[in-house]
């Protein structure tokens, strides 16, 4: 990604999110340090794209603290929204079919350049942002292994024309141009064969390698991993519960859906 980027450490004591359907989840505790690859894993419907949501500062918690970097949760969402970026969240990061890689990636660079990055860089010359902008969409498909020259039509592939690793590719690339300290990734094994699994995992593993702290959905983790599992705690949270018609898996989805547009715009 054009150099190392410094990772930050990510800690959570008793975290949990209770909505008007009941607790999406509860009682999550982790100590990670930077540069990990943190899995949140579990059976979908148990609350973990809202934790992960949680703990890049898109969904506030109800329940417990967590810590990532020096910024606390839920106090300082904000803080941690500005050194945490998204891929692949359904209704949050969703790619449009009709546009180009190429489109897509020069779009978030400008955003990037617009809104992410320091005034100061808005003042060089042109030419010398247009090369910057280059180098940083060059570093984010190196690191995401997005080669466009494999692409039906290279760069001017269209996204409804990629395969479900190569958008789960893009969507990372798309992420990374902000350099972010935290990288938060969801349904990462969804759908994928087990060689496809392999990739994303190799993937992933050589973005925490290069400092950046990744966090990732799954429904089944690594070993080598910091694992965070949402089944345990939803068993426990749907327990919890008075009464016997609050259905965890039912509510993390209706509450997840509730919170997605908001995560979106965050």
């Given at each position: 990604?054009?150099?190392?980027?410094?990772?930050v450490g990510i800690t959570a004591l008793g975290l949990g999110l209770e909505g008007p359907r009941g607790w999406a989840f509860r009682g999550v505790s982790f100590e990670a340090e930077p540069g990990s690859l943190i899995t949140i894993e579990g059976p979908?419907?148990?609350?973990?794209?809202?934790?992960?949501?949680?703990?890049?500062g898109r969904m506030k918690?109800?329940?417990?603290?967590?810590?990532?970097?020096?910024?606390?949760?839920?106090?300082?969402?904000?803080?941690?929204?500005?050194?945490?970026?998204?891929?692949?969240?359904p209704g949050v990061t969703d790619l449009d079919p009709a546009l180009t890689v190429a489109e897509h990636l020069h779009e978030r660079a400008l955003l990037q350049r617009q809104f992410g990055d320091s005034w100061r860089g808005?003042?060089?010359?042109?030419?010398?942002?247009?090369?910057?902008?280059?180098?940083?969409?060059?570093?984010?498909?190196?690191?995401?292994?997005?080669?466009?020259?494999?692409?039906?039509?290279?760069?001017?592939t269209a996204v409804r024309d990629l395969e479900r690793l190569e958008a789960l590719?893009?969507?990372?690339?798309?992420?990374?141009?902000?350099?972010?300290?935290?990288?938060?990734?969801?349904?990462?094994?969804?759908?994928?064969?087990?060689?496809?699994?392999?990739?994303?995992?190799?993937?992933?593993?050589?973005i925490t390698e290069a400092g950046t702290t990744v966090v990732a959905v799954c429904s089944e983790a690594p070993d080598d991993t910091v694992k965070v599992s949402t089944a345990q705690e939803a068993d426990a949270a749907s327990a919890s519960q008075e009464s016997p018609e609050t259905d965890g898996p039912e509510t993390d989805g209706k509450e997840a859906a509730d919170a997605l547009a908001e995560a979106g715009r965050a």
């Open positions: 990604m054009g150099g190392t980027v410094a990772g979908s419907g148990t609350g973990r794209t809202c934790l992960l949501l949680a703990l890049t918690s109800t329940e417990g603290t967590a810590t990532v970097g020096a910024a606390g949760l839920p106090k300082r969402m904000a803080a941690v929204r500005r050194v945490s970026a998204l891929a692949h969240v808005l003042l060089r010359p042109r030419a010398e942002r247009r090369t910057d902008t280059q180098a940083r969409i060059d570093a984010a498909l190196t690191a995401a292994g997005l080669d466009r020259d494999s692409l039906p039509k290279g760069s001017r590719r893009l969507s990372v690339a798309l992420a990374l141009i902000g350099h972010p300290r935290v990288l938060g990734v969801d349904d990462t094994d969804l759908k994928l064969s087990d060689a496809e699994r392999t990739e994303v995992w190799a993937l992933l593993k050589s």
